[in-house]
Every structure is written in structure tokens, then in C-alpha cells.
């Protein structure tokens, strides 16, 4: 008999994992998701950059994910027709005090196998963005931008190709497990599978409690707001601009990054939310879920000088500008346009511990991922195969 698995969530993860299933295991797999479109939550709302590896520690996931990722996206989009460009990024040490941790970073960058990871001083990063500044940088020329919901789309595609089928307007409001079935609750019907697996981003904690398993870690909303270049502020930047990350943080800072639309985005900053798709400050709906997990407290206790100045700079234009101008001193306020941004699904574990890794949870019938930001995009297609391999072969 077939296998049928359900997938929770049209984003890019649950569409890769649903054509892997469909293709390597012959599945029936059926993707259930609220909204009327793919692709309508972080996938649709990112930086588009296909990150080559260069941040994580070597022998995670992410380092892991992150590489393969990258190899199998590039073909995936060369095959499809879809965009792809190497537009390169340089990650830029503004004083002499980030040298040791930008020297840090090659060092990670080459032992994660990214090629042609090179170190310059302040004359030779002029050469490859000749509007920015710093004291030195480490340079990554294959580090890509693509379009995220295009390929989203193009994965529902060969999911429906496959025989399977992507429900939309489907929210998944109840699970149990009967007669060694996983048994679905959505859009008023029961779909019953003999597996499923719950990729739901910013939803995934709702998911996760209806099929009983709340887990260790919870997730929390962490709004990124982005600036677009306005005019010929445009041509400041070539390719991609990103500042020396913190490491006692996952998320890379204020960055610039040139889109594949042509558009030059500034951002994202991040802002803890009160609502999962807290997309705006007004939105605060699920504040009590996210203030009673024990681990958002203690993250902010220790966090709180960042988490005031991220807030900071989320309400004062100026500070976003300074931001920028720390790596493209030419940019003025009349050069920041706001546009939108997105809202990462962050896991935070009890101790208030921001987790770096990517999270996948096999128990029984559920495969949870509960952890999949940044590079989640750039690893998704490799995410699947991670999964396809670790979900138990059907009995027969
Ligand atoms: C600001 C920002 C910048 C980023 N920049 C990058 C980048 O440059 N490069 C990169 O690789 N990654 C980046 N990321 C991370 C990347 O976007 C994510 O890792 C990736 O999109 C995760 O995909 P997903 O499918 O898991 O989640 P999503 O795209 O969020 O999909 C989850 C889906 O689940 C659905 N869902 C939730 N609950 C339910 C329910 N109850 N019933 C049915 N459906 C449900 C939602 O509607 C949604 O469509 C960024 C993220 C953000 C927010």
C-alpha cells in the first residue's frame, strides 16, 4: 500500500520535504497550509541570500545543511529556469577591534569548505563594493541571492507533478494519533496519514501542542525590519554588505543586501514580537504565550541592553541610518525608504538560550521541525533530504 504522509505548512521547507517524500519514497504526500499561497511567511519575507556557510560552527546542521543546500538549490534553480546570481558578499570589520573575530570567521568559513574565501585590507575591499568602507574584510564570491517564493512555487509544482497535492486554505487545528494512523483536523475535514511531519514556522508550537508534544524549546517571534535604497542610491551597493556578526547571537546584524528584483534592502534588525506573525508593533495577540515560556524572560534579562537598542531602532530612522553608514558612509535619511519585514521563528530553549542549530524531532508518526531559521531558505532542499532520510521506512 502506499505511504501517505501529511506535511503541515506550504513554505519552503514543507514543500522540499514533500517532493523529497514523493520522490525518493514513493509517498502520497499531501501539504496542508492556512493561508491562500505558498511561500507567505518567512519564505516570502527574507533577505534572499543563499548563504554559502560561512557562520556555522563546523559539524552543526546548519554547516552541514547550509553547504549541501547550496549545491542542491543551485541545480534545482539552473534546471527550473530560476534566478540565481553570485553576486559575492563582504563581510566588513569597521575597526581594528573586529579584526580577531573577522580572522575567526575565514578560519570557520574555510574549515565548512566555502570556496574561495579570501581576507583584504581596506584598499582591496574598495575594489569589489568601491562604496563601502572598513578596515579589512573577508570575502565570499560565491554567495548568491535567489528568488525564495519562486522556488517555493516551483516545489509545489513538482509536488503536484509527483501525484501529491498542496491544500490550501487548510489550517490544521487538531491532531491524535488512532489505529496506528495520524489523524488530521483541517479545514473541516479529517485526513488521516501514516505519518506527518510539521514544518510550520512561526506556527510551529501550535502544531506541536496539538499533537501533544509541546517539546523543550519554544518559538520566539523575532521581527526583522528592513529600509529599501530609494533612486540611484541603489548603485552604492553591488552585491552584499554585511557587518561582523556577534556571536553571541544567530541573527548577522544590519546588513545590504541587493535582491534579485533589482531592489537594495537594509535590515533586518530584530525585535522581539508579541505576536507570531507580529509583522507590525500593533500586532501583540499571542503575548501570553510567548511571555510564560520561561526561556523568553531569561532571555530578556540577559539580552535587555540589545533588545532596548534593537527597539530603539526600530522606532528612530536615524539609528538604522547610522547602521548602514557604518559600511556606505554616502547614504542619507532621504535614501532609507521603509518596506516590509518579516518575523523570524526563533526557538529559545527553557534556559533562555537562543538555539543556534536547526532543530528536527523524530517521535514515532511526527517528524517536528522545530528550529529552521536562517539559512533555512538556502538549506531547505537539503533539510529535506535530512528528513526523508531520518523518517522510518514504512512497515509493511
Ligand atoms: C527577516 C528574515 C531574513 C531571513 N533571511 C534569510 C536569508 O537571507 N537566507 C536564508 O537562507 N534564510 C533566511 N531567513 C530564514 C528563512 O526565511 C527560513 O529559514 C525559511 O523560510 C523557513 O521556511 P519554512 O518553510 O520552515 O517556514 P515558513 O516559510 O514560515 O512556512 C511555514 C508555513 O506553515 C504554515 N502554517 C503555520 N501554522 C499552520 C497551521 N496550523 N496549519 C496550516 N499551516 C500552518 C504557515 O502559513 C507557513 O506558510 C530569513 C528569515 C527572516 C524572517
Partial sequence: MTEKIGIVGAGIVGLAVARELARTRGAEVTVLDKEHQVGVHQTGHNSGVVHAGLYYPPGSLKAKLCREGVAMLRAYCAEHGLPYREVGKLVIA??????????ALAERARENGVPGVAELDALALREIEPHAVGVAAVHSPHTAIADFPAVARRLALDVAELGGSVRLAHPVRAIRERGGKVEVLAAKRVLAFDRLVVCAGLGTDAVAAMAGDPGEVRIVPFR?????LAGSAKDLVRGLIYPVPDPRYP???VHLTRHIDGEVLVGPNAVLALAYEGYTWGRIGNARQILTWPGTLRMARKHWRTGVKEVY???VKREF??????YVPALTAADLERTTGGVRAQAVARDGSLVDDFVIDVRG??????NAPSPGATSSLAIARHIAGVVP???R
Fill in 313 to 315: 531602532g526600530s522606532l
Fill in 224 to 228: 526583522g525590519e528592513y529600509y529599501a
Fill in 94 to 103: 569597521s575597526g581594528r577591534h573586529e579584526r580577531p573575530r573577522l580572522a
Fill in 321 to 326: 541610518l547610522a547602521a548602514a553608514r557604518r
Fill in 393 to 395: 521506512a514504512p512497515t
Fill in 365 to 370: 508518526r511526527l517528524v517536528l521541525v522545530r
Fill in 251 to 253: 541573527f548577522l546584524g
